[in-house]
């Protein structure tokens, strides 16, 4: 592939990474993609496919860089949950597109499926590792572990409008800090 050619892919790429985080898989338009990437609608389905494949293309990158950017700690799931903050407080439209994801697909459309469930695996087995080292309480299962922690930070931050009806004007860092000690607490061994 060209310069150009891998230039105009890129722009496409970015283009609907933003039309898919405001809009969705349904309300994104392709035209919008193309307008806002400065490339011609058909380059979009010759690299891609269609939308519905370009929307699994753009959220199964922005899953595999946040696993490479915030790898867990089994060990210190507290710290995990704070980098996770600051990621999502960093790239809002993760977060969007996950529920993007879900509100339109379910649980029958997951993108990269297979990639992604061997990824929360190694989670998993990083928790478990740390309960058989005693540092983690063994009485919650590892996985239910992982997704509380998870959900501990990225439900709050995903609904902002419930965060701020039930915590009022909260500063997020206030949020951050309250997660890490739940999730603390959460996982303490004694």
């Known amino acids: 592939m060209s310069r150009n050619a891998e230039a105009t892919k890129a722009r496409i790429f970015q283009a609907a990474t933003t039309e898919f985080a405001e809009h969705g898989i349904a309300g994104a ?14 380059l979009i389905y010759a ?11 753009v959220l ?3 899953m595999a860089e946040l696993a490479a950017e915030v790898p867990i700690d089994g060990e210190d799931l507290p710290g995990y949950v704070d980098r996770l903050a600051a990621y999502h407080l960093a790239n809002p439209h993760v977060l969007r597109l996950l529920m993007w ?13 297979t990639e992604r469930g061997e990824h929360y695996r190694d989670k998993v087995d990083a928790v478990r590792r740390a309960q058989g ?3 983690v309480t063994r009485a919650i ?16 931050l ?33």
């Open 158 to 190: 995903a609904v902002p409008q419930l965060r701020r009806l039930i915590l009022g004007e909260t500063e997020v860092e206030d949020l951050r800090s309250a997660s890490r000690e739940a999730v603390r607490r959460l996982i303490d061994p004694a």
């Open 101 to 113: 994801e879900s509100l339109e697909r379910g649980d029958s459309g997951v993108a990269a499926e």
């Open 60 to 62: 199964e990158a922005a």
């Open 47 to 57: 690299y891609f496919g269609s939308k519905d494949a370009l929307f699994s293309a």
């Open 141 to 156: 299962d590892p996985g239910m572990l992982v997704l509380l922690a998870l959900g501990t930070i990225s439900w709050p």
């Open 133 to 135: 080292s005693g540092k």
């Open 29 to 42: 338009r392709v035209d919008r993609i193309a307008k806002q990437a400065q490339a011609n609608k058909q």
